[in-house]
């Protein structure tokens, strides 16, 4: 896809989210989703890597309009509880396109998810797959490795996954209690900027796959996670450039053997659809001489900007007095909590003129923003998503 091309289609949906806001007005802080866009970046990514099966990410934003167009369109699910699993049936998914991907599950969990038909499941330790051998009996199972996650803007650390040659004993198990031993999966680190990050984890299960075919036990599939980018603020390489460094790694480590292939992208599927429209509650100094103002807008850290937490998304934003002088600015959230703070390492100059009452628009927020909002800290209501 040209840049350009890109370009445009950004702005378009942009207008289209702001044609919304101007004719409705609803109240702030709320966030547009951009259906239109939903369905361009899952063509998208089909498109790039057309031998891929692609499982949406539900919790990057789980709005029901969502996973219904996705359905439609042939999406198939990463899930994470029952809850999850009941939106996509409703919307429209059928449980064998469902993959309930969080290694950390209750049993009764993994009972229900059986009961309504799923039949694929992650894990990365022996109690789970036990788990999921008891309750979801003959089902599938995709052993998660840990992976390095350089590169990434959100490292996922060492919660999940295990050492290769646990996940190939844990598969051998697997098969031993009567489930599918279907393959490996891991997570390369979510807005991964590197497109060779996968590298690594292809490598490993392509090791896994010859282990257990010495021992007779074909496994068939490597699920690549998540971690496609979305635009915030700085470049990132294209779909194209990702798709090439992914099936490279296929080839370089598979050879005529290639596996089914997953992946489950989250915000490269629901960020740049959605924006989020704030308040300015406040501008204020907190001394004479300081050069910066502090800005508050209604929304902040607990009502959707999750994200911000350490500054490691930094979203653009537009505000209704752009094209004025501007000056260097904190920008925090409405709560009473000291953590509430947005912005005040990263740089941003907003407009001079900026008062309360004025619009901040975030860009690009249509992931990790609804789905990570609390129920009612502070008494501030959860972030209202309207779907266009
Ligand atoms: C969160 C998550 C994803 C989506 O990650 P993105 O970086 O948003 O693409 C995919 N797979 C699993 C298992 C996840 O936990």
Redesign the pocket.
Known sequence: MAESFAVDRRAETEARIRRFLDREKPQTPCLVIDLQTVRERYEDITTALPLVDV?Y?V??NPAPEVVELLAAQGSSF?V?SPAEIDLCLARGAKPETISY??PIKKAADVAYAYSRGVRLF?SDSEQDVRTVAAHAPGSSVLL?ILVHSKGST?P?GRK?GCDPEMAADLLRLAHELGLDPCGV?F?A????LDVHAWDGGIADAAVIAAKLRADGIEISTV?L??????VYQEATPSLTEFAQGIEGSLRRHFGDARPRVMI????????EAGMIRSEVVLVSRKSYSDERRWVYIDIGRYQGLAETEGEAIAYALRTSRDGGPVGPVVLAGPTCDADDVIYQHTRYDLPLELEAGDHVDILHAG??TASYSSVCFNGFPPLATYCI
Do not use: M, T
Not at 189 to 192: A, P
Not at 225 to 230: I, R, S, T
């Open positions: 499982f990410a919790k990057s990463d994470a991907s969080n992650v998660r959100y996922f999940f999966a997570h680190g979510s807005q991964q699920n996670g998540g971690g496609l980018p979305a489950e992208p989250g915000r490269a599927i629901s960020a992931a990790y």
